[in-house]
């Protein structure tokens, strides 16, 4: 059984994307910033969908291939789905790995023959069991600010990683929201310093 793993790129003080995102802003006003760091490089990195190509660190990429090698199913939400289009139908992930979306309504649409796409509408345990059961060994990555919470509180994450952009955005979405006042410990396994972006992964202590 592999892990459940959730990641995002965080500015230093805890956004994933900027203030009023939607499909003009995938990642709100002034939140591309964020992504800056994966074109700041000087290694190509090519997805696995092939759509597109990343110019990061040499040992970002090491890192990024070995991520996206491992990962056999995807949870996200609904309004990550929504801002990106479904990510026009194909994720840089590529088509064949399954992608689960949680949400209160199955939108219209995305039923087309070989769709990566599963709307859970019975919560965030369903969605992560139902990404484990089609991930089999592998990881199932979790890649929404809301869904990561929920999976926090609900102890069903093995490992947060978090790529962490030293600018302060002021406002936007939160990564590490409405957590209540339990702490949760966390115990980092791995540290990659580029100039631009601090690679950061941690363990989930239970
Ligand atoms: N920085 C990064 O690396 C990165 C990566 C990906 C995305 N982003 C950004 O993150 C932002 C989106 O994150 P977010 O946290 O606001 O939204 P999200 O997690 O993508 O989606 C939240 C929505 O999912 C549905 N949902 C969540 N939990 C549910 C549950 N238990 N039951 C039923 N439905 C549920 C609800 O939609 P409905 O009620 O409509 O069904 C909810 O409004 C966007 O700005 C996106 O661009 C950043």
């Not at 939108?107 to 509408?121: L, N």
């Not at 209540?180 to 941690?202: K, N, Q, S, Y």
Request: hydrophobic share 40%; aromatic share 8%.
């Amino acid at each position: 059984m592999g892990k459940v793993t959730a990641g995002l790129t965080m500015s230093l003080d805890g956004f994933i994307a900027g203030p009023n995102d939607g499909p003009d802003h995938p990642l709100g006003e002034g939140g591309m910033r964020l992504f800056d760091w994966y074109t700041s490089g000087d290694t190509d990195y090519v997805v696995p969908s092939g759509g597109m190509t990343f110019k990061i660190s040499s040992r970002a990429a090491e890192m990024l291939q070995e991520v996206f090698s491992s990962i056999g199913a995807i949870v996200t939400g609904r309004r990550t789905f929504d801002i990106t289009n479904g990510w026009g139908g194909t994720h840089p992930i590529g088509e064949h790995v399954p992608i689960f979306v949680v949400t209160h309504s199955v939108p219209e649409g995305w039923d087309y023959e070989g769709t990566p796409f599963t709307f859970v509408t019975d919560g965030v345990e369903s969605a992560v069991e139902q990404a484990r059961a089609a991930a089999g060994d592998k990881n199932v990555a979790v890649s929404a600010a809301s869904v990561i919470q929920q999976c926090l509180r609900a102890g069903l994450l093995d490992e947060v990683h978090v790529d962490l952009v030293p600018v302060l955005l002021g406002d936007g979405v939160r990564m590490f929201d409405h957590l209540g006042r339990e702490h949760i410990e966390l115990e980092r396994t791995r540290i990659i310093e580029d100039p631009d972006v601090t690679h950061l992964t941690f363990r989930v202590v239970r």
